[in-house]
């Protein structure tokens, strides 16, 4: 199956993002993972696409003047972006191309329903999911409706929407390229969506399944509500019911339809507590391979969980980067939030800062933290530390005591330990003496005088060495 327009999903993973896409890659790499069950199937790669461009030398003016309209340009875009798929769609599939299509299905079963999903190249990125941006067609049955539904892929490139997102992240039109995913269609029970971290909270030990009968479309596309439920440590912590009215199912011919749910199963959970804990288990397994909380796309076919994809939660603010990976709670307080600086900083900014600190700084986000557990467990350390905070910022204030109220998430611990300093950086009191003052001051003088004379004796990156070892004396 494999060649240079078919790829099977088995033999690709998270490195062949430039030839079958964001999604075909991490389907790829999800069916390698131990005991995830992954619809089979295979990506027609970008090679494909570029063939299908070829075809048509005019699209280069149309991208060209694509690429020039602002994303404000609604009316334009939405012309020139219709003549674009139109194009596409116009375009007679070359016979080798179509060929490896066809006989790449012919190994899955020539009349197998499929599912025909969009792949493009910056689509489930760590920093951009492009979630929704293009096309998915369900049920999808036979040769000729492969090939028609694969050429729209193709097209779902240039959707008014996919087209106003990439011009609003910086994404150029020619760079992205599209691969097509063909998969084994499933027909289940239930299904919906697994954040393996709170996407409202962001809190990263509490997972929520999203649940709805038949396929999930219709919760993706928002036609019902879902049933909620969170869960934490293997076990349900909280759960919602929704009234699902309406399910959307497919059609023994191919496509799908939207149908009424039976009034007695309107309020039914569409997952058990149990299987609600099992899944949330599979999705810290597939957390764990990608190394980043994930947000997954289950079908539930006959009791087992098929995994129909899966990509990086891009909305929670990342994790302070700490040396020693421990697993504990950690609470951090924002350096520039202190000091009015909300934006994020700059390489330069941020390397200067945590070089001239007196305290060690954590980054995550292009912004710096302090990690202040340490002082927050101890009663006297966080009082203080309250009060400093308090005088400066009502709100950060406001938001640590709410984490201190969340029992035994920063752990209390005695204000001394025997025989030794206080603990969280408290210092006994100690009589002062005004000559310590001029001793420093002078001190002081003596050894800016030393660093303004040696200075100018430095250049390129001996100065630059020169001024890491001057911040750590003075």
């Known amino acids: ?125 760590p920093t951009a999911s492009f979630a929704g941006q293009q096309d998915t067609y369900l049920n999808v049955v036979g040769p000729a409706a492969v090939l028609r539904h694969v050429s729209r892929c193709w097209a779902s490139l240039f959707t008014e929407r996919a087209v106003v997102y990439r011009r609003r992240n910086g994404v150029d039109h020619r760079t992205v390229h599209m691969a097509v995913v063909v998969q084994q269609m499933v027909f289940p029970q239930s299904s919906g969506i697994l954040f393996t971290a709170d996407p409202v909270t962001g809190n990263r030990k509490v997972a929520t399944v999203d649940a709805g009968f038949g396929l999930g479309e219709a919760l993706v596309s928002g036609l019902v509500n879902p049933d909620v439920f969170r869960v934490r440590d293997g076990e349900v912590v909280a759960r919602t019911i929704a009234v699902k009215h309406r399910a959307l199912h497919a059609l023994p011919a191919g496509g799908t339809r939207e149908v009424a749910i039976e009034s007695q199963q309107r309020e039914q959970p569409a997952l058990t507590d149990a ?70 900083m700059k390489p330069l900014g941020l390397s200067m800062w945590r070089l001239t600190a007196m305290v060690p700084m954590h980054e995550a986000g292009g912004r710096l933290f302090v990690d202040v557990t340490p002082r927050l467990a101890a009663p006297a350390g966080r009082a203080g530390l309250l009060d400093v905070i308090g005088r400066g910022d009502p709100l950060t204030r406001d938001a640590l005591e709410t984490v201190l109220e969340r029992d035994d998430f920063v752990p209390t611990l005695p204000d001394a330990a025997p025989g030794g300093p206080p603990v969280g950086g408290e210092f006994d009191p100690t009589e002062t003496d005004p000559a310590v003052v001029a001793e420093l001051i002078a001190r002081s003088e003596a050894s800016v005088a030393a660093l303004e004379r040696d200075i100018r004796t430095k250049s390129g990156p001996a100065l630059f060495d020169f001024l890491a070892e001057a911040f750590e004396e003075h």
């Not at 804990?277 to 599979?282: D, E, F, K, P, Q």
């Not at 603010?317 to 020693?324: A, H, K, L, Q, S």
């Open 275 to 344: 299987q609600a804990v099992r899944l949330a288990g599979i999705g810290r397994r597939i957390e764990a391979h990608f190394g980043r909380p994930q947000d997954i796309e289950w079908c539930l076919v006959d009791g087992d969980f098929r995994i129909v994809q899966s990509r990086p939660i891009t909305t929670l603010f990342p994790i302070p980067v700490r040396e020693t990976g421990d697993r504990e709670n950690h609470v951090y307080v924002s350096v520039g939030h202190g000091q009015m600086m909300t934006d994020a």
């Open 1 to 125: 199956m494999n060649g240079p327009y078919v790829r099977d999903l088995h033999h690709v993973d998270e490195t062949h993002i430039p030839a079958v896409g964001g999604k075909g890659a991490n389907l790829g790499g999800l069916s390698r993972i131990e005991g995830i069950r992954v619809p089979a199937g295979f990506c027609v790669t970008t090679d494909a696409f570029r063939r299908i461009m070829a075809e048509a030398p005019s699209l280069d003016d149309r991208l060209d003047q694509l690429s020039r309209l602002e994303p404000e340009d609604g009316e334009a875009i939405r012309a020139l972006s219709a003549q674009i798929r139109r194009t596409i769609e116009g375009i007679v599939v070359p016979d080798e191309l179509a060929g490896a299509i066809v006989g790449a299905l012919a190994e899955l079963g020539e009349h197998t329903a499929c599912a025909v999903r969009s792949s493009a190249t910056a689509e489930d990125l």
